[in-house]
């Protein structure tokens, strides 16, 4: 099982920009694609953006393309999305995830998730 640790988040206005990280442990953590989904209010959870165990393709939702990053550290086995541009839209809690994936992460495939960190995006 792969635990994951989420920072970042928190309040921002439109236009500007955060960015996440979520830093991965246990058993062949380093083996596991890693990205992020996210939920907004009333909405089901989404794919945002996730990139495979060797740090390259990375996968983005039509959303997102253009103005969110993924990139990921395998030494420290930490995975960084850079959010650019943000608006209202982009407001909802954010969750890491993991699966056993070379591709793009699908929902159902996901086997660990983060705790979960929020994002508002408000004037």
């Known amino acids: 099982q792969v635990q994951l640790v989420e920072s970042g988040g928190g309040s921002v206005q439109p236009g500007g920009s955060l960015t996440l990280s979520c830093a991965a442990s246990g058993r062949d953590a380093e083996s596991y694609a890693l990205g992020w989904f996210r939920q907004a209010p009333g909405k089901e959870r989404e794919f945002v953006i996730s990139?495979?165990?060797?740090?390259?393709?990375?996968y983005y939702a039509d959303s997102v393309k253009g103005r969110f990053t993924i990139s990921r550290d395998s030494a420290k086995n930490t995975v960084y999305l850079r959010m650019n541009n943000l608006t209202p839209e982009d407001t909802a809690i954010y969750y890491c995830a993991a699966a056993s994936t070379y591709y793009r992460i699908n929902l159902r495939a996901v086997t660990s998730w983060g705790q979960g960190t929020r994002v508002t995006v408000s004037s």
């Open positions: 990139v495979n165990y060797l740090g390259g393709p990375a």
